[in-house]
């Protein structure tokens, strides 16, 4: 369904709608006023080197996937961080046959003269001290994502082996470690043309549960890191598969992200760009309307993304909601009767970058997920408000469209709170208030409790006598539910499907438009997860092009409006066969791909086997339905788990999948169609 907009297309007569903040004259950044001499005497020690390969969830977050990839994060962040200070351009991540990676800048190089208080080489003390480097005492740098200082010695600490290559003062330095401990001195290995520092490790599977890099984790790192510093070459390197390798370079920086977030929209004008030094704060933004719905506000700090906000967030979002109504108030389109904008009404069809730099920040936890710097919320809110005020000023025309937009945004809000409402209302915790089309299960507990999504009322009818009525609930719908990305909460609620399915979970819509909002935009959420009914939500449809449409439709509702369910993975995909494989009248064999199908017939060569492929589940009779996908103790099930460190991938992705715009979904689908099954959800 195409989108209804009254805005006007926007003016080709720029490819940037560019802003600049005269506080940050001739180029100057907060990196370039780095002062002090990077050396030994700017190495400090807080603690040594304890307890981490007893207690490595204590350092890096857990002994599995998690702590692996941090290990190469903290690795990573140290060029990062050279970059910061402005003295890195280039940094290469390479990954071995081996299971070892390396990460390779050309910055200073570490120090490796006598560290005085330590009495062995400031590498050393920086490879084998936990909160030791330059970081703290002002000297090496002046900001720097790390701030503790334990990175690359737990890195170091929970590997097999790690080499340290330091090109410095025209010499090769070289050291090595084994778990940890040096089983080399710091020796002279030859010349060297430049500086910088190169670390080789392969992490421990002795202290690990998972020594396997997930490519794609390690690639969105990198290329976070380029689109937040437009200086920056980042280079992948694969030994195991050379085609993944890949260079990641964005000359525009975040107005590039900005833009490759609407890709798959509208946009209804050019990025809007920010750019300020203040009070030792170096604030950056990047803001971009589209004709859609939904918003989404990327925030960073010292180039760590911050996915539940912050200061940053809240200080972007009041100016903008001040500036938008002062501009609608002075130009006499908001009128004397008029109440004043929200801040969801103005954050309809946004798609914001802020990127903050700053010495000694705070956050709310160890994992740094919301930045709680006083200072970050003055500093963003006047960027923004002075900014976008003189921007609006400017480009009379792009201001309209905005402010129509929001009062657009603000009828809707009030039908959605309406609609939502009596979703909730119908949503009541007894049977009259459940769909007519449930086909609901005895049992009263949501922790046994599941229901299944299963697409049309022939597939129903076959699941209804394969399930177990107990704990197993059905819910039908009727042909492919809306597709929220191009549609307004409002209209989505008018929906059929979806207010069944609503009405079924029991829990709400997290929606900000549910809110019964005073004129502050506050409210109490209609959404509530504790009432959740069922603690398996199980998708299934059938397995061809329509059933993977329908599943990603309604994992497209999930994302916008259930966020929560996926976050704390109460959503499944059930995996159907394609094939059965039968040998004679009783011995039958299921297969989920053409793979499988194969491996399994090669398997019964000297048997007469008949394959047939299921058109859909409505064809399986209910005893094969029952044993292949919904029997606890054979069927696959996948759990979908939303990594909230993808957001901005995640976010692309959808935008190219649902969005308005047939070509970016093209050149997705081309891409990735001989590299994944499940073409929808590549990331």
């Given amino acids: 369904m195409a989108n209804e907009t009254a805005f006007p297309s926007p003016e080709d007569d720029s490819t940037l709608d560019h802003v600049e903040s005269h506080a940050a004259l001739d180029g100057e950044t907060l990196a370039e006023k780095v002062e002090g001499v990077y050396d030994a005497s700017s190495i400090q020690v807080l603690e040594g080197l304890e307890a981490v390969r007893k207690r490595p969830g204590m350092y890096v977050g857990d002994n599995g996937r ?47 003269d006598l560290h005085q208080k330590e009495g062995i080489s400031a590498l050393t003390v920086i490879m084998t001290k936990l909160h030791a480097g330059g970081k703290f005492g002002g000297g090496g740098y002046k900001v720097s994502g790390g701030l503790h200082g334990v990175g690359v010695s737990c890195t170091n600490a929970l590997s097999a082996w790690m080499e340290t290559e330091v090109k410095r003062d025209g010499k090769t330095y070289r050291q090595r470690f084994e778990k940890g401990v040096p089983v080399t001195e710091v020796e002279v ?35 976070e890191i380029a689109y937040l510093n437009p200086k920056v070459k980042l280079e992948f390197e694969s030994e195991i598969e050379p085609e993944d390798s890949e260079v990641f370079y964005y000359e525009r920086g975040i107005v590039q ?47 760590i993304h911050q996915p539940d906000g912050g200061t940053h967030v809240s200080g972007f979002s009041t100016a903008l909601t001040r500036v938008i109504n002062s501009y609608g108030r002075k130009m006499n389109i908001l009128k004397e009767k008029d109440k004043n904008f929200t801040s969801e009404d103005v954050a309809e069809g946004l798609k914001a970058v802020i990127a903050l730099k700053l010495e000694n920040p705070s956050y709310n936890s160890q994992d740094k997920v919301k930045l709680v710097t006083p200072e970050a919320q003055g500093a963003t809110n006047s960027l923004v408000g ?69 697409e ?64 502050e935009g506050n409210g109490k959420s209609n959404f509530d997860l504790t009432k959740l009914r069922y603690h398996k939500v199980i998708i299934m449809t059938d397995a061809d092009v329509d059933g993977e449409h329908i599943r990603t439709l309604l994992l497209t509702f999930f994302y916008r409006y259930m966020r929560p369910l996926l976050e704390e993975g109460y959503v499944y995909l059930a995996q159907p066969p394609l094939f059965v494989v039968k040998v004679g009248i009783n011995e039958r ?36 339905l029952e044993e292949t996908t919904m029997n606890p103790e054979k069927r696959r099930l996948i759990r979908v788990e939303l990594n909230r460190e993808f957001e901005a991938e995640i976010e692309i992705m959808f935008s190219k999948l649902m969005g308005d715009k047939v070509e970016p979904r093209r050149e997705h689908i081309f891409k990735h169609a001989r590299s994944t099954d499940n073409l929808d959800w590549h990331y």
């Avoid at 490759?260 to 990025?271: F, L, Q, R, T, Y």
């Fill in 386 to 454: 002075d900014g976008l005020s003189t921007y609006l000023e400017e480009n009379p025309n792009v201001a309209k469209r905005i402010i129509e937009k929001a009062m657009t945004a603000q009828r809707a809000r009030e039908a959605a709170r309406k609609a939502a409402e009596a979703v909730k209302r119908s949503s009541a915790m007894d049977s009259f208030g459940l769909p007519g089309k449930l086909s609901d299960c005895v049992s009263k507990d949501p922790t046994v409790s599941e229901i299944f999504l299963v």
């Fill in 66 to 112: 998690k702590g692996l990839h941090q290990m190469f994060r903290e690795v990573l962040d140290n060029g990062v961080d050279e970059a910061l200070a402005g003295h890195c351009d280039v940094i290469k991540v390479g990954m071995y046959r081996d299971g070892s990676l390396s990460v390779e800048d050309n910055g200073r190089g570490i120090p490796v």
């Fill in 456 to 519: 049309g009322d022939s597939a129903g009818g076959t699941v209804k006598q394969a399930r177990d009525r107990v704990t197993q609930a059905l819910l039908p719908l009727r042909g492919k539910i809306l597709n929220v990305q191009k549609a307004r909460i409002d209209k989505a609620l008018d929906n059929e499907e979806v207010k069944s399915l609503i009405a079924a979970l029991g829990i709400g819509i997290d929606i900000d438009t549910s809110r019964e909002s005073d004129e």
């Fill in 589 to 624: 064999h299921y297969a989920a791909t053409i793979e499988e199908r194969d491996r399994i017939v090669a398997g019964l060569k000297k048997k007469k086997v008949t394959v047939t492929r299921f058109k859909g589940l409505g064809e399986m009779n209910p005893d094969e």
């Fill in 257 to 303: 992200l900005v833009e490759d977030m609407n890709e798959g929209e509208d946009a209804i004008h050019k990025p809007i760009h920010f750019h300020r030094l203040r009070e030792g704060m170096e604030v950056e933004v990047a803001i971009q309307y589209n004709t859609g719905f939904h918003t989404n506000i990327l925030a960073y700090s010292n180039n």
């Fill in 189 to 223: 290995i030859g010349k060297a043309e430049g500086t910088g520092t190169k670390q080789t490790w392969l992490p421990d599977a002795t202290v690990l549960t998972d020594t396997h890099h997930d490519v794609h984790i390690l690639k969105k790192r990198m290329k």
